[in-house]
């Protein structure tokens, strides 16, 4: 390897890679890897994690002041409201200031399927429809509805990219305009050990993952997606995942109640089922929005009810985000806390073997999506019913299953 590769690897305590018999075209990519790897962010983040296991968790919760934080409920607004603010975003629609981002760098390993999770096939009620092909019904039904083909901007990652693109384009989008999809990859970072070590995968290649939904920001604006928002005028911008086949992504009303607000942050929420149902709720923490984790919401204030006998801490999150064009400006260069998360993965060792540990060997690192919020003083939270908008496809059996999930599908779309 050059100089300047090893200096960097005895730097940042990496030389574990020099010991590794690799061929010559091996030893040129992974160097050309090295050099674009921003080992001192890596090193931070290895110290965080030895840090976060002294942190005297009691005491970091009483530093914060944990407030609840008003809502719309869509259920409880009058006709005329509701037909007030669906004008107003349904105007945003038709002049072509919308658009939609569905977060699809996943695999369908969980569901025992091989391929990104779009390409994922469900039995509906509709007959055989794909992941994306689902996705691609609601745009050109919108299309029909709003006079508009509505932008759609999909994230994938080093892992599906390829596959995603050529699937989409083998079914020739589904039947939706071509040039009104864009693709762009969701950035990784390395895996690391308990020593703080990059591990190399089966191709002698130092193994990433990708820097979590919160990575999207970054990711819109090193793909010059900022600027296609912009050069088309585009105002609003729904984001989902690819996996709840019942997020209502063209919503007029979410539109026009953040207008009406005047916000440019907004999510849709859905009633947590009980106090101890473990989804992340909406909150204000030291007077700014945020997500808590059912984790670190403290039993009383989970159980606490309003005047009402209503949740106070009840607004569970879904992960459907609503962002004014601006926020996607201002977050471009914005940086998330990084959160990690201890993982078992499989690894290349010094003689060449490949291997599969039984345990959590690697930490992984992620940003969030919703630690944006807390960049502004407040947002707009609609809640609406599970049964109309949430069915996720995670697990291949039991909750939040293709199973599951079809059984919603089919009982909206009968």
Known sequence: ????????????????????????????????????????????????????????????????????????????????????????????IKQGHYAVITMAGGQGTRLGHQGPKGTYALDTIKGKKYIFEIIIDKLKKAKEEYGVAIPWYVMTSKDNHEETVWFLEKNKYFGYEKEKVKFFKQGELPLIDTQGRVILDENATIKEAANGNGGLFEAIYKNQILEDLKKHQIEWIFVSNIDNILSNFVDPLLVGLTIKEKNVIASKSVAKANPQEKIGVFCKINGKPEIIEYIDLPQEMAEKVDEKGELLYGDGNFGTYLFNQKVFEKLST????????????????????????????????????????????????????????????????GNDSPETAVKLYNEKYK
Not at 350 to 367: A, L, M, Q, R, S
């Open 1 to 92: 390897m050059k100089e300047e590769t090893i200096s960097i690897l005895k730097k940042y305590h990496q030389e574990h890679i020099l010991e590794y018999n690799l061929t010559e075209k091996q030893q040129q990519q992974l160097e050309k890897q090295i050099l674009s790897i921003n080992f001192e962010q890596l090193q931070k983040l290895y110290e965080n994690t030895k840090q976060a296991k002294n942190i005297d968790k009691k005491r970091e919760s009483e530093e914060k002041k944990i407030e609840h934080i008003a809502y719309t409920d869509k259920a409880k607004m009058s006709k005329e409201l509701e037909q007030e603010l669906t004008n107003i975003g349904t105007e945003v």
């Open 334 to 397: 914005a940086k998330l806390p990084y959160h990690a998360a201890f993982k078992k993965s499989g690894y290349l060792d010094i003689n060449g073997k490949f291997i599969e540990p039984d345990e959590p060997n690697v930490y992984k690192f992620e940003t969030f999506i919703f630690d944006a919020f807390s960049q502004y003083n407040d947002m707009t939270i609609m809640r609406v019913k599970r049964e109309d908008e949430f069915a996720p496809v995670k697990n291949r059996t």
